[in-house]
């Protein structure tokens, strides 16, 4: 009964560093998304994807990578990491469907040294 | 493009007490509303969500919203809150729209702080 597993939970890196978010799901949900949580700004949405190859761009993509190789997994790739890229990230999933639930992973904090 | 707001960032409430919080929302054309919760140091969970039908929604842990489409709102309620209902609650959409997917749009937080 896993639900949206998100590793690590927390994370420093140093400026110009890569890492990757892993989030998995057990739910079998095509939908799956991942958002950044800042004080005051709720959540915005980074990059998602309806099914396995295909994946788009959220509201805030810019220094992010995405991509789905299976229905499972959804791995947020940063790529030279900035401070202003320090917050929380969540990872969510649901089924396809304007109405769907989103179940949410624990999120990761992140820290941009 | 679609907005959410929510009015107050903090709303400190006395254990037993009543609370509401306050949710606009902007958007040209009809939307989806959801609340979810997140507990301290946890993800976000569903508490409420309105599709369709009627006005007032009743949700988990006692917790009810009422939408008003001419007011663009869609507040949260509670009549008498627990310690255990400090969190921060969000407010979010998503465009009755299918290529919009199931993007949320969410709003700021609000933090409640049950006291004793």
């Known amino acids: 009964n896993a639900g949206v597993t998100q590793t690590p939970k927390f994370q420093v890196l140093k400026t110009g560093q890569s890492m990757t978010l892993q989030c998995a799901q057990d739910?079998?949900?095509?939908?799956m998304s991942w958002y950044r949580q800042d004080p005051g700004m709720g959540l915005r949405l980074i990059h998602y994807?309806?099914?396995?190859?295909?994946?788009d761009q959220g509201e805030v993509p810019n220094g992010y990578n995405v991509s789905r190789s299976t229905t499972e997994d959804f791995p947020l790739r940063l790529l030279s990491a900035a401070p202003s890229q320090t917050s929380v990230y969540f990872c969510?999933?649901?089924?396809?469907?304007?109405?769907?639930?989103?179940?949410f992973g624990q999120g990761t904090r992140l820290t941009v040294v | 493009a679609q907005s959410v707001t929510q009015l107050d960032s903090q709303v400190p409430v006395f254990e037993e007490a009543p609370v509401e919080l306050r949710c606009n929302y902007s958007?040209?054309?009809?939307?989806?509303l959801f609340w979810y919760v997140q507990y301290p140091n946890q993800g976000l969970q569903l508490l409420l969500k309105?599709?369709?039908?009627?006005?007032l929604v009743k949700g988990i842990n006692g917790f009810e919203a009422e939408f008003n489409k001419s007011q663009t709102s869609f507040h949260l309620r509670k009549p008498s809150v627990h310690i255990s209902d400090t969190a921060e609650y969000f407010c979010?959409?998503?465009?009755?729209?299918?290529?919009?997917?199931?993007?949320?749009?969410f709003g700021g937080g609000t933090r409640v702080l049950v006291k004793p």
């Open positions: 969510a999933s649901s089924y396809i469907g304007l109405n769907a639930e989103a179940f």
């Open positions: 739910m079998n949900h095509e939908y």
């Open positions: 994807s309806v099914g396995a190859g295909i994946t």
């Open positions: 958007s040209s054309v009809s939307v989806y």
């Open positions: 309105y599709l369709s039908g009627s006005t």
């Open positions: 979010a959409v998503t465009l009755m729209i299918k290529a919009a997917g199931n993007k949320l749009t």
